[in-house]
């Protein structure tokens, strides 16, 4: 919804395989380049994985660290709450128009 922003962490999962699919873009693109540029496939490939398998784990760590930056994010008014079990429709109800009642939603 517009408006609405996700303040949760990625897991290591999804930011390897974000970091994965950026790759094989990147790789196909490089390759092209490297054999339109040498028109060998041994330099094209060594050029490519190299240079690809430096940036996959960089880009992992680069995400990562973002992920702990807060600047830029909005933080959520109930973030810090702790919470001992899942909300019903009836808690998420009170919390609704108590947020309502804050001037935070509509």
Known sequence: MPGERDTHMDTKRRSWIKSLTWRLFGIVLLGLISWLMTKDWKQM???????????????????????????GKVKHPLEELPVNRNLTSEDLEIVREKLKGLGYID
């Not at 490939?45 to 807060?70: A, D, K, M, P």
Request: avoid cysteine.
């Open 45 to 71: 490939t060594v050029i490519t994985g190299l240079f690809h398998g430096i940036r996959l784990i960089l880009y992992y760590y680069h995400e990562r660290i973002w992920e702990r930056v807060s600047w």
